[in-house]
């Protein structure tokens, strides 16, 4: 669906909800054309209970800039790169090896990323920020802490990217991230698979981290590691990604949960170290399947030799 345009509306009833504590009528209704699996749109109606500040009744056509939508079959085609986008997959560029082995040289621009999803997380070259991506959009988190709404020909060294298709979860108060996590982990016995979680509200602390650009010569990813810079935020309303990798994948990507968080006003963000949840909605979506590109047009990649493996827990858990 139109994300964008059905968060405004989803966001006017939850602003009022928790500063008034009143009621809502709320009701949001598909329309389907005969058998298509795809809706056509959704009847969005709001009305509360107490006085008339929130009242509406809209239709919102599920279209999407830059996408062909299928609606007899369910399928999402790219129009930049003519590639169906498949929501039970998630799409990798690079592994975390190379990265702790200092391949940093970016390997594929946002524009091309983004023919593989619409909502990810990763790093530019030189490990250069913490990047988030919703709505087709990329935001990079510089030294900083700030968001910037990123070029298209930015170019990324590492990013986790899917077509965003998540389900509802719950709402969760007054809980520690970790635990959070732990919870939708247990709940839908994720142990095994990759998978996603995403969050959307208050965060009544939240700590992240970010990082300068660097340059040839590359520092080690241990020397990036100690002069990253972190940031501290409370009662800040945002969005978290986050991705989970199975155990055995450590190495390719980052075994447990890796996050990212954007804040609504994109003045604070990064890498998540800790949070604390005051009140947010939260989503989760599966992958049956895990594709992962390699930069086989790179000297440095073919030549390098990734096979010392030995120190790449600690130093994943320094910078992760």
């Keep these: 669906m139109n994300q964008e345009t059905m968060v405004q509306y989803e966001n006017q009833v939850a602003d009022y909800l928790r500063l008034t504590k009143n009621h809502v009528r709320y009701r949001v209704t598909p329309y389907y054309k005969d058998n298509e699996l795809l809706c056509r749109g959704v009847q969005m109606e709001a009305q509360n209970v107490e006085d008339s500040t929130i009242s509406y009744n809209v239709f919102i056509y599920n279209v999407e800039d830059g996408y062909t939508l299928d609606y007899a079959t369910g399928n999402t085609k790219n ?98 991230l970790s635990h959070l996590m732990e919870q939708v982990k247990k709940n839908i016995n994720g142990e095994n698979y990759f998978f996603s979680i995403k969050l959307h509200g208050l965060f009544t602390k939240v700590k992240t981290r970010s990082t300068r650009k660097y340059s040839k010569p590359y520092p080690s990813l241990e020397e990036i590691a100690k002069n990253q810079i972190e940031f501290y935020a409370e009662n800040i309303y945002g969005t978290l990604i986050s991705y989970y990798t199975p155990i055995i994948y450590q190495g390719v990507a980052v075994a447990g949960f890796h996050s990212h968080f954007i804040s609504d006003d994109k003045s604070m963000g990064g890498h998540v170290i800790s949070a604390n949840i005051g009140s947010v909605e939260t989503c989760y979506q599966k992958f049956e399947s895990f594709t992962q590109k390699f930069p086989l047009d790179s000297n440095s990649f073919t030549n390098a030799d990734l096979s010392n493996t030995q120190n790449l827990d600690s130093i994943i858990k320094n910078v992760e």
């Excluded at 929501?87 to 090896?97: P, S």
């Excluded at 910037?148 to 170019?155: A, R, S, V």
């Design 79 to 176: 129009d930049y790169g003519g590639i169906f986008l498949d929501k039970m997959r998630l799409f990798q560029n690079g592994t975390m090896q190379m990265l702790s082995e200092g391949l940093l040289d970016g390997t594929i621009t946002l524009q091309e990323l983004l023919k593989y999803g619409d909502t990810g997380i990763g790093t530019g070259e030189g490990i250069d920020g913490e990047l988030v991506i919703l709505d087709n959009t990329g935001y990079k988190i510089d030294e900083n802490g700030t968001a910037k709404e990123l070029d298209k020909n930015f170019n990324v060294v590492f990013a986790d990217i899917h077509q965003s298709n998540y389900e509802y979860f719950d709402n969760f108060e007054n809980i520690d």
